[in-house]
């Protein structure tokens, strides 16, 4: 694809229950990162992967978080035991490589815990 | 830890006028600088970057100058047209070099441009 695909596009869980999110980043690109954007506020870094390896996991909030890029694609995000503060829009971004490369953003995937 | 400060919004402009968005910033060492923006209904882009010290960083027809003295980053437009409305992100990583790992963001400002 032309540019970073998450899906799905929204997501609505009970509280408790687990969820995983896709990102197929751009073709090639090596560097894949995560972040996740709450109402009003900007993005918050989650994690970044260099090829399959998590090369810096720093703002991974708890234990609850979880993320994958076993072939050095896609990656998902796993989040256990949904709580209602886990509402946001997740964002997923893309480089060619891991520094001084731009980032191309995907438009996220809104997820909604009830 | 590291933070962004950014005017709040939104901010509404007639089409044509001078565009100022402050930003400020804490971050130990020698952070880069990014401004991002989104458009209606698009996902983030970056707009501009600066690396180091008094870098300039430019891009249809924005520019905003690595101020370290005053730890600034302002955004500024000579002309702003209708097409410029979106929110604007400021934010910076502590790495060198310019990529998006570990990016701090501001809250966003949300320009409105009337014709």
């Known amino acids: 694809g032309a540019g970073v695909s998450q899906t799905p596009s929204n997501k609505v869980t009970e509280k408790g229950k687990y969820v995983e999110l896709r990102c197929d980043p751009i073709?090639?690109?090596?560097?894949l990162y995560w972040y996740r954007q709450s109402l009003g506020q900007g993005p918050e870094f989650l994690i970044y992967f260099q090829g399959t390896g998590a090369a810096d996991d720093s703002g991974l909030p708890n234990d609850r978080f979880f993320a994958v890029r076993p072939e050095g694609s896609v990656s998902t995000l796993k989040i256990q035991r949904t709580e209602r503060g886990d509402s946001a829009v997740y964002l997923c971004a893309s480089s060619a490589g891991p520094s001084n490369t731009e980032a191309f953003f995907g438009q996220g995937t809104r997820l909604t815990v009830v | 830890g590291d933070s962004v400060t950014q005017m709040e919004g939104p901010v509404t402009l007639s089409e044509e006028a001078f565009l100022t968005i402050n930003c400020t910033y804490t971050a130990t060492g020698y952070p880069s600088l990014f401004w991002y923006v989104q458009y209606p209904g698009e996902g983030l882009q970056l707009l501009l970057k600066a690396t180091k010290a008094d870098d300039k960083g430019s891009n249809k027809g924005f520019e905003a100058t690595y101020r370290k003295e005053t730890t600034s980053f302002h955004l500024e437009k000579g002309s702003v047209q209708v097409s410029d409305s979106a929110v604007y992100f400021c934010?910076?990583?502590?790495?060198?070099?310019?990529?998006?790992?570990?990016?701090?963001f501001g809250k966003g400002t949300h320009l409105i441009i009337q014709p």
């Open positions: 073709s090639g690109h090596t560097a």
């Open positions: 934010a910076l990583t502590p790495y060198s070099g310019g990529g998006a790992d570990g990016l701090t």
